[in-house]
């Protein structure tokens, strides 16, 4: 049974630049949310993906963006890289639909964004 | 306000003995799930164990037990027998009814002496 997988595990970029990060959910899940977690904090809700649309929103600025394709799989993009993007980014998965689900979310290993 | 509450930023615990690791939790939503993961320094979140806010008996799982006080709205976080391996931050977090966003908590540091 294979579990949540992320790529890449870890990425350098520079400001300004754009990145995408790529997520395949837990085999039998139809649901991924993605997560921001910067140093010594709690993961922070980017958004959630359920039947290739963005059905919830964290507070995070447009730059960040997603797409969900129709094996399920998952991308977040960022755009106009700055600084303060350096983080962990966690993909979780579980079976929707959204607000209905009783499923714990499982997490992938995370890819760490460093941005110069 | 803070939807998860960990007020413990570091814990030590000896070999063998067992530890609490504290979380409390705000909503107003009749309808919550109560979540325990683990980080090791790997990054990825492991998952411990649940509650939800309807289920009369707290939860267990092996070493891992849930002391849920609904009333004083705490899903304190008991690890008998402590281990080596069980050194890592602990994130307490809560996903409410309508949705299925999850809302963590700062987390707590687990050093567990040999």
């Known amino acids: 049974d294979a579990g949540v997988t992320q790529s890449p595990t870890h990425l350098i970029k520079t400001r300004g630049q754009q990145v995408t990060l790529r997520c395949s959910p837990k085999?039998?899940?139809?649901?991924v949310s993605w997560y921001q977690q910067a140093l010594g904090q709690g993961p922070q809700f980017i958004f959630q993906y359920y039947e290739e649309e963005e059905r919830q929103r964290g507070n995070f600025p447009d730059r960040f963006s997603g797409h969900q394709f129709p094996n399920y799989s998952s991308e977040l993009n960022v755009n106009a890289l700055l600084l303060g993007d350096s983080a962990l980014y966690l993909c979780a998965s579980n079976l929707g639909p959204p607000g209905s689900s009783t499923d714990t979310q499982y997490f992938g290993p995370g890819t760490r964004l460093t941005v110069l | 306000a803070q939807k998860i509450t960990q007020t413990q930023p570091g814990m030590f615990v000896q070999e063998k003995e067992a530890v609490t690791l504290d979380c409390t939790y705000d909503t107003s939503d009749p309808s919550y799930g109560l979540f325990w993961y683990k980080q090791p320094s790997s990054g990825e979140m492991i998952f411990l164990i649940y509650q939800g806010s309807y289920d009369q008996q707290n939860a267990t799982e092996g070493r891992y037990s849930l002391n849920f006080q609904k009333a004083r709205k705490s899903a304190n976080l008991v690890i008998s027998a402590s281990q080596l391996g069980d050194s890592a931050m602990y994130f307490c977090?809560?996903?409410?009814?309508?949705?299925?966003?999850?809302?963590f908590g700062t987390g707590t540091s687990l050093t567990v002496i040999p």
């Open positions: 085999s039998g899940h139809d649901t």
């Open positions: 977090a809560m996903r409410e009814g309508t949705g299925n966003q999850f809302y």
